[in-house]
T-cell receptor, first 117, second 110 residues
Framework: NAGVMQNPRHLVRRRGQEARLRCSPM?????VYWYRQLPEEGLKFMVY????????ESGMPKERFSAEFPKEGPSILRIQQVVRGDSAAYFC???????????????FGSGTQLSVL | DQQVKQNSPSLSVQEGRISILNCDYT??????FLWYKKYPAEGPTFLIS?????DKNEDGRFTVFLNKSAKHLSLHIVPSQPGDSAVYFC?????????FGTGTRLLVSP
């Protein structure tokens, strides 16, 4: 039973390029969350998606960032025109239902470390 | 606005002693609290949780205490082991997501 799969593990981009981060949730999980961890900081919520729907994107920067979770395939976090400040570890998590409700825990992937040169 | 705070960025204890990690929150609407453990280059893994209707939950060496009136929770690890060395995140559940604290780095020395 595979866990949450994220790829790539490491991604290097030059300023102005696009970064695409992929996340396949655990089997049977239809809720996906993206978190970002900046150096020496905690995990910051970015976006919560269900299949084909964005439920809460209150933590997403208003520009350059987008996320999707299509009916088929992995969830994608897309960052356009990356800047140095986007360098961080991006974690995806999944749950079978709303994360946190009734103690529903999130299962995390190993993360994608994005480095912007 | 940091709704979940872990004011101690690091903690060092000796093997066999008790480790106490603290967490404070500001929003009384949170109804579940969880602790996650994170090793370098890995994702966080769930450790233990507690409902807001309880004040204690125990699982082996790990016990979480909740003081709702003080909006404070703590994680006790006893006895501490070197393999417990990791970053520990406190998380609060509400509004369909988990809100995490900034983490406490625990170092357990032999």
């Amino acid at each position: 039973n595979a866990g949450v799969m994220q790829n790539p593990r490491h991604l290097v981009r030059r300023r102005g390029q696009e970064a695409r981060l992929r996340c396949s949730p655990m089997k049977g999980h239809s809720h996906v969350y993206w978190y970002r961890q900046l150096p020496e900081e905690g995990l910051k919520f970015m976006v919560y998606l269900q299949k084909e729907n964005i439920i809460d994107e209150s933590g997403m920067p208003k520009e350059r960032f987008s996320a999707e979770f299509p009916k088929e395939g992995p969830s994608i976090l897309r960052i356009q025109q990356v800047v140095r400040g986007d360098s961080a570890a991006y974690f995806c998590a999944s749950s079978p239902s709303t994360g946190g409700s009734h103690g529903e825990k999130l299962f995390f992937g190993s993360g994608t470390q994005l480095s912007v040169l | 606005d940091q709704q979940v705070k872990q004011n101690s960025p690091s903690l060092s204890v000796q093997e066999g002693r008790i480790s106490i990690l603290n967490c404070d929150y500001t929003n009384s609407m949170f109804d579940y609290f969880l602790w996650y453990k994170k090793y370098p280059a890995e994702g966080p893994t769930f450790l233990i949780s507690i409902s807001s209707i309880k004040d204690k939950n125990e699982d082996g060496r790990f016990t979480v205490f909740l003081n709702k009136s003080a909006k404070h929770l703590s994680l006790h690890i006893v006895p501490s082991q070197p393999g417990d060395s990791a970053v520990y995140f406190c998380a609060a559940a509400g509004f369909q997501k988990l809100v995490f604290g900034t983490g406490t780095r625990l170092l357990v020395s032999p």
